[in-house]
C-alpha cells in the first residue's frame, strides 16, 4: 500500500487541533491554527492533551503522527509558533475562563510518557514552546522548509525543563546553549547535523514519509517498543523516568503466573504458593 493510499478519517470534533485515525494503527494529530503559524493558548493544549489521551487508551494505535497545519493564507508554513502572545496575561496563558495557565507543561509530560510512538511533522517554522514540543517526540522528520529555534529571551519566557536539559543531552551542552542565548534560527539540515531531526525531506513527501516510518515502527513488538521508551526516558528523566520503567515492569509481572497468584490468594483468603516460581540466576 502508498502512503497517498491512507484513508484518514477524523476521529473528534475540536476547534483548535485535527484528529484523525487510520485502520494501520496511526493516529495524526495536527495543530490547526495556521494564521498564528499554529501558535498555541489554553484550549489548543488542552485538546492536544485530549487526543494524546485518547491515543494511548487506544490499543489498535501505536504511532502518532503530531504536525501542524499548513499553509496558512499568506503562504506561511509552521509545525507551531510556541504559546500565543497575544492571550498572554501576566501570570501565564489566559483561558476563556480569565484563569492564566501553563498547561502545556502536562502536554509535555503526556507525549514524553505515552507509551507509544511519536513522529513530529516539521513543515516551516518549529519555534518556541512549539520547539520543544517538537523536542519531546521520539522521532522528528523535518521538511526542506523547516526552521528551529528559541525566542524565550526576546520575548521574556524560557523552557528551563525538558526545553533546556532534554536539548542540551539531544544537541550538547554548547549547542543548546548557543540555541537559547543567541535565540537564532536554524535550517533543517544543520538541524539534521546537530540530531535535532532524524531525517529531512521535500516538503511534499513530508506525511508520506512519516507514514512509512510509521508502518515500519507498526512491524515490531508493542511491548519492546513501550519498554524501550520507557527505558530511554529512564535514562534522562530522573524518578519520574524510573517510575515508567518499572511500571512497565510492573504491567508484564502482572501478566505471570507468580503475579496472578499473589492475587489469587489474597482473593481466596489463603497464603500465596509462589512454590513453581523459579528463583532464576
Ligand atoms: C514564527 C515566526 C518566526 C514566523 O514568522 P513569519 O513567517 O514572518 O510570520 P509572522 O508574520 O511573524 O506571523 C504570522 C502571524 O502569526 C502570528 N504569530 C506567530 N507566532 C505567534 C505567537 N507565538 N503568538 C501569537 N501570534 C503569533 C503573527 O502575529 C502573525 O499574525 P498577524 O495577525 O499578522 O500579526 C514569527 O511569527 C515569530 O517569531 N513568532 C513568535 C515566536 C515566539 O516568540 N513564540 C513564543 C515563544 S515563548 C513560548 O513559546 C512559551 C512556551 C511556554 O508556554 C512555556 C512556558 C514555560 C515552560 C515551558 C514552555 C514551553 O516552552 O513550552
Known amino acids: 500500500m502508498t502512503a497517498a493510499s491512507v484513508s484518514w478519517r477524523s476521529a473528534g470534533s475540536y476547534e483548535d487541533i485535527r484528529f484523525d485515525l487510520c485502520d494501520e494503527g496511526i493516529a495524526r494529530i495536527t ?23 485518547r491515543v494511548r487508551d487506544n490499543p489498535r494505535i501505536g504511532v502518532v503522527l503530531f504536525t501542524g497545519a499548513g499553509p496558512a493564507a499568506d503562504g506561511g508554513w509552521a509545525f507551531c509558533a510556541g504559546g500565543d502572545q497575544s492571550v498572554r496575561g501576566d501570570g501565564g496563558y489566559v483561558d476563556a475562563s480569565g484563569l492564566p495557565r501553563l498547561n502545556v507543561l502536562d502536554l509535555q509530560r503526556l507525549i514524553r510518557s505515552l507509551p507509544k510512538v511519536v513522529i513530529a511533522l516539521v513543515a516551516g517554522y518549529a519555534i518556541g514552546g512549539g520547539q520543544v514540543l517538537h523536542l519531546l517526540c521520539d522521532l522528528s522528520i523535518a521538511a526542506e522548509n523547516a526552521r528551529f ?13 525538558f526545553g533546556a536539559g532534554y536539548l542540551a543531552r539531544v544537541v550538547g551542552q554548547r549547542k543548546a546553549r548557543e540555541i537559547w542565548f543567541l535565540c537564532r534560527q536554524y535550517g533543517a539540515d544543520e538541524a539534521l547535523a546537530m540530531g535535532l531531526v532524524n531525517a529531512v525531506v521535500p516538503l511534499e513527501q513530508l506525511e508520506a514519509e512519516g507514514v512509512r516510518w510509521a508502518r515500519e515502527v507498526l512491524q515490531h513488538s508493542p511491548t519492546a517498543i513501550r519498554c524501550l521508551k520507557a527505558a530511554f526516558n529512564a535514562e534522562t528523566d530522573g524518578l519520574a523516568g524510573i517510575q515508567e520503567l518499572a511500571g512497565q515492569a510492573t504491567h508484564l509481572f502482572y501478566r505471570t503466573a507468580e503475579g496472578q497468584e499473589g492475587r489469587d490468594a489474597f482473593l481466596a483468603k489463603r497464603p500465596p504458593d509462589f512454590s513453581d516460581a523459579p528463583w532464576l540466576p
Open 149 to 161: 529555534g528559541q525566542t524565550g529571551p526576546k520575548v521574556g519566557s524560557f523552557d528551563g525543563g
Open 31 to 53: 495543530i490547526d491554527r495556521p494564521h498564528k503559524r499554529n501558535a498555541f493558548r489554553p484550549l489548543t493544549v488542552q485538546e492536544l492533551c485530549d487526543a494524546f489521551a
